[in-house]
């Protein structure tokens, strides 16, 4: 089956059975909602007061699903062009949907934007000049199929999908931004699923700022700039649902509704969400299917079982798996969306067999992917250029994001194994933040407490050609107590794997951690290390069970300081001197920050002989696995990877290309670390090494089509991408 169906279907699943939720209490105040139903806290009739469903039964859906299943029947039809729905048919749907809905004697009918456009239609004016007036929320609550039928990776096809679903009746900026926000978050959710929903919807955010204008001028607030806002409200732990109720609104606005869905799913991702939707009062029907469409895409229709969806469909009539699954056929076909299976493979030289350097045995328990570095919070920015200094330049905020050694965790979990964190963790609301993150992924977090102080944030800039700077400061992640990792590492089991964030090196308390976890660390573990960004390599690595990672430029990096500095030439070994252990690079632990820096700081490259700027990435591998005197894995982007590992001779190194799918990137930030994480949960289940870094290589490919550094896809679309270079 289709990866993608649960989270196609939970789209459908969570819109429908957020609209049932809110189906009584449409319309009403909280305390009218309170007097008449107490608590709302399932599936209830409509009362006989309803101003809209009155004596509706129980599972009920209203005009937000049926409007959105006229959508995706438009679409299915195909009477558009591609995915663009045709304005004379759409709008004359629409009109008959009404005449259906007042023959059936009911009071929900057109809202007031798609009223007033329809009803000039009606007079005979054409329906592409109505709606330039229209900012309510109608256009964002029946979107979601074009949601599940355009992917956000063909930018341009995206905005004309969504903009033909608003030009009839929603032709402003507002109708144009609300609509794209909802549509952007379901299919960032096709894409690869979120098991962190905040960040998702951070990404959505960003992704329809980026987009080009659309829509009639309205002085109606700008609903990007709302629901940035709203955002932001809702993570503030002091944030009551009263609270947030006051300070964005609950009304039909665009700029209310769409804020709200958001911050409920930013304050509770769960379909919770969607039963406190229900009990805000104003339009709780849209606000709680929005909220549940961007859920069930995130989630999976899985997370809606105990919540009625069943009882929704029956009474409503629904064939939502039927819908889910022509969509998603649609998304393959006209919406940029096609699976990986198609992937084509970089051309691959002749490679040796591989066999795990280390793995449990058969039936052995599955491994913990252990996290021995920092978590901190990144403050994205996109502007056109750095200032110069004493410079200054405008910049878009593009949310705060929970990163660092965060994203190659998400990865494990994408891949079903279990994730440790022992980052540590201080008190503020940065680390309340990473806290919360980390439950949301169902993340264990081991990190030790630090007082007195909040974990350190970075600020990253991304200018107009992509190229991002970091600004970062250091918090309590830097300040591990001297034996907090190695109490957790001695624990460890043979199975397990330990992935060392390179970051650790610049900060000497981590440093000092990380040598005393080593030092304890059980034979049997799977160690791998991910240089970045070369400052050095932790003392003790294990001789046997240990994995270099680290991209080209990297590896040239390290070859280049070689040279200058003749490291790797009889210097002092981890562990021992025993032939084959991983060669220490750089000074003792005791030492000023910046020392044992495997690259000098402030040279450019090439000033010396024997710097070697553009090798070939498989001698570069083979050069610096012999160098460090361990297995190395060298990611070279779209070209794929190299593995390599230290042979009898002390001047080669056995080979072996690793494919990697061609695919359309848009965003490299963060796929070194989807493939550190998928590397590491795949040899913590046991999976053949070969097989191992080729799911990684898929993942850290997959990853850069998505927005956003936590965006590792589904294990499905990963292994699927693996078959299909295999075959």
């Not at 009584?24 to 139903?37: C, E, G, K, R, W």
């Not at 009477?79 to 663009?84: I, K, T």
């Not at 403050?379 to 929970?402: K, Y």
């Not at 040239?556 to 070689?562: D, K, T, Y």
Request: hydrophobic content about 45%; overall charge negative; aromatic content about 4%.
């Amino acid at each position: 089956m289709d990866p993608r169906f649960s989270r196609a279907y939970g789209a459908l699943a969570g819109l429908a059975l957020g609209d049932a939720l809110g189906m009584p209490t449409q319309a009403m105040s909280p305390q009218q909602i309170q007097t008449v139903y107490g608590q709302v806290t399932g599936l209830v009739d409509g009362d006989k007061t309803q101003p809209y469903a009155p004596g509706m039964a129980a599972g009920s859906v209203t005009d937000d699903t049926e409007q959105a299943l006229l959508i995706a029947s438009l679409l299915l039809k195909g009477h558009g062009s591609g995915l663009n729905l045709d304005a004379s048919e759409f709008s004359h749907a629409l009109l008959a949907w009404e005449d259906s809905m007042i023959e059936r004697g009911s009071l929900d009918l057109l809202g007031p934007s798609t009223k007033a456009a329809l009803e000039r239609v009606r007079a005979g004016e054409n329906p592409l000049r109505v709606g330039g007036e229209g900012t309510t929320n109608g256009a964002a609550m029946r979107v979601t199929p074009i949601g599940i039928a355009a992917s956000t990776s063909d930018r341009q096809l995206f905005a004309d999908a969504v903009w033909s679903s608003c030009q009839v009746t929603h032709a402003t900026r507002q109708g144009f931004q609300s609509a794209a926000l909802v549509a952007a978050a379901v299919s960032l959710g096709i894409d690869a699923g979120a098991a962190d929903v905040t960040d998702l919807l951070w990404k959505a955010v960003a992704f329809v700022r980026s987009l080009p204008e659309r829509g009639a001028w309205s002085p109606e607030p700008d609903v990007v700039a709302a629901t940035h806002r709203a955002l932001k409200l809702a993570a503030q732990p002091s944030s009551s649902l009263e609270w947030l109720a006051e300070q964005i609104g609950t009304s039909v606005a665009s700029a209310q509704a769409i804020p709200m869905a958001f911050a409920l799913l930013a304050r509770d991702p769960s379909p919770c969400a969607l039963l406190q939707a229900a009990n805000l009062g104003g339009d709780t029907d849209t606000i709680g299917a929005i909220a549940g469409a961007i859920l069930g895409a995130s989630l999976g229709v899985e997370v809606f079982d105990a919540y009625g969806l069943a009882q929704v469909e029956q009474v409503s009539q629904l064939d939502l798996p039927s819908v889910a699954t022509d969509l998603l056929a649609l998304r393959d076909r006209e919406g940029g969306g096609a699976v990986p299976a198609a992937a084509t493979t970089s051309p691959k030289p002749e490679k040796p067999t591989l066999t795990p350097a280390a793995s449990p045995q058969k039936g052995a328990q599955a491994g913990r992917v252990v996290l021995m570095g920092q978590i901190l919070v990144d403050l994205a920015v996109r502007g056109e250029a750095l200032p110069a200094p004493g410079g200054d330049v405008w910049a878009s905020d593009e949310g705060m994001h929970v990163g660092g050694g965060f994203n190659a965790l998400v990865a494990a979990r994408r891949m079903g194994a279990q994730a440790v964190s022992l980052s540590p963790i201080g008190h503020g609301p940065y680390s309340l933040l990473i806290q919360q993150a980390l439950q949301r992924a169902e993340i264990t977090d081991a990190g030790p407490r630090i007082d007195g102080v909040d974990n350190g944030f970075c600020i990253a800039f991304t200018d107009q050609s992509g190229e991002r700077t970091f600004i970062s400061t250091r918090g309590a992640e830097t300040r591990a107590p001297a034996r907090a990792w190695a109490d957790f590492t001695a624990t460890m089991r043979p199975g397990d794997v330990l992935y060392i964030d390179g970051y650790l090196m610049d900060h000497p308390a981590n440093r000092q951690a990380a040598q005393a976890a080593l030092e304890a660390l059980p034979e049997g573990v799977q160690v791998i290390l991910d240089v970045s960004p070369v400052i050095g390599i932790p003392q003790g690595l294990p001789a046997r069970d240990v994995i270099v990672s680290m991209n080209h430029r990297e590896a040239q990096q390290i070859i280049n300081q070689s040279a200058e500095r003749g490291l790797g030439q009889g210097q002092e070994r981890s562990r021992g001197q025993d032939q084959g252990h991983c060669q220490k690079q750089g000074q003792d632990g005791e030492q000023s920050q910046g020392q044992g820096q495997l690259c000098g700081q402030g040279q450019e490259q090439g000033q010396s002989q024997g710097h070697c700027q553009a090798r070939e990435a498989g001698s570069v591998a083979s050069l610096v696995a012999s160098l460090l005197g361990c297995p190395v894995v060298v990611r070279a982007g779209a070209e794929g990877a190299y593995f390599a590992r230290p042979a009898a001779s002390a001047n080669a190194a056995d080979v072996t290309y690793i494919p990697t799918p061609r695919v359309a990137a848009i965003d490299t930030n963060g796929a070194g670390d989807a493939h550190s994480g998928v590397l590491a949960a795949a040899l913590a289940q046991a999976i053949p090494l070969e097989r191992a870094l080729l799911l990684a290589n898929c993942a850290g490919a997959l990853s850069t089509t998505l927005v956003g550094p936590a965006v590792c896809p589904a294990r499905e679309q990963i292994e699927a991408a693996a078959d299909a270079l295999a075959d």
